[in-house]
């Protein structure tokens, strides 16, 4: 089976860089990909790492290490509407669903 | 291109009661998943649907949810009948066939369901 541990909750001030991990338990996945959910709305994707390795998307960059059962998510120049839960997720080989990580709410302040 | 649509966005039953969930995904998307968001967790993937057949409903409790993807475009969640436990975010996402590669879904606004 799958699990993804995140840490619960990170705080940091506008203008910071801020990392958020996902540690992971897994017996095959394809790849490891990052969404983003703001207070009552629907999560949003925000990276896929297919390969191990650093991909940017602007402020955002996401890690994945296959050798370390390890990835994060980077956010740089952080902004007040970066305060938001982010998740991590993979998807299983044997049974081709997406498994959620345990979610991290990143708070940001001024 | 307009996004996922569900309705209602909220609803409040006693448990025991029945309801019901409805999910138009984007134009094309081959893919439909229903997922439950507990307060403070990720979601859980209840059943996915590739076109109008089921992929895997393994972890959909089967005594009192039901699902179906008529035609192979917008698709309904049941409950019947309901428990304290169900109260939950019901999320519907649907993918293409190439974004299902890199674990693109779009979600929905979802429901919110409050079982007294």
């Known amino acids: 089976g799958q699990s993804l541990e995140q840490p619960s909750e990170v705080t940091a001030v506008e203008g910071a860089i801020v990392q958020i991990n996902c540690t992971y338990q897994?017996?095959?996945?394809?790849?490891l990909s990052w969404y983003q959910q703001h207070d009552g709305g629907a999560p949003t994707f925000l990276s896929y790492n297919g390969l191990d390795g650093l991909e940017e998307t602007g402020r955002f960059s996401s890690f994945l290490s296959r050798s370390d059962s390890y990835g994060y998510l980077l956010l740089q120049e952080l902004q007040m509407k970066d305060s938001a839960s982010y998740f991590c997720a993979v998807r299983d080989r044997g049974t081709d669903k997406l498994i959620f990580g345990t979610g991290t709410r990143l708070q940001v302040f001024p | 291109e307009a996004g996922v649509a569900q309705s209602p966005r909220y609803k409040i039953i006693e448990k025991r009661q029945s309801v019901a969930f409805w999910c138009n995904p984007i134009s094309g998307h081959a893919t439909l998943y229903w997922y439950q968001q507990i307060l403070g967790q990720g979601p859980k993937l209840l059943i996915q649907f590739q076109n109008n057949g089921v992929v895997d409903d393994s972890q959909l409790p089967k005594d009192r949810f039901s699902a179906e993807r008529l035609k192979g475009v917008d698709s309904t969640l049941k409950i019947q009948p309901a428990k304290l436990e169900d109260s939950a975010v019901y999320l519907c996402?649907?993918?293409?066939?190439?974004?299902?590669?890199?674990?693109?879904?779009?979600f929905g606004p979802g429901t919110r369901l409050t079982v007294l």
């Open positions: 996402a649907s993918s293409d066939t190439a974004e299902f590669l890199t674990d693109t879904q779009y």
């Open positions: 897994t017996s095959g996945f394809y790849g």
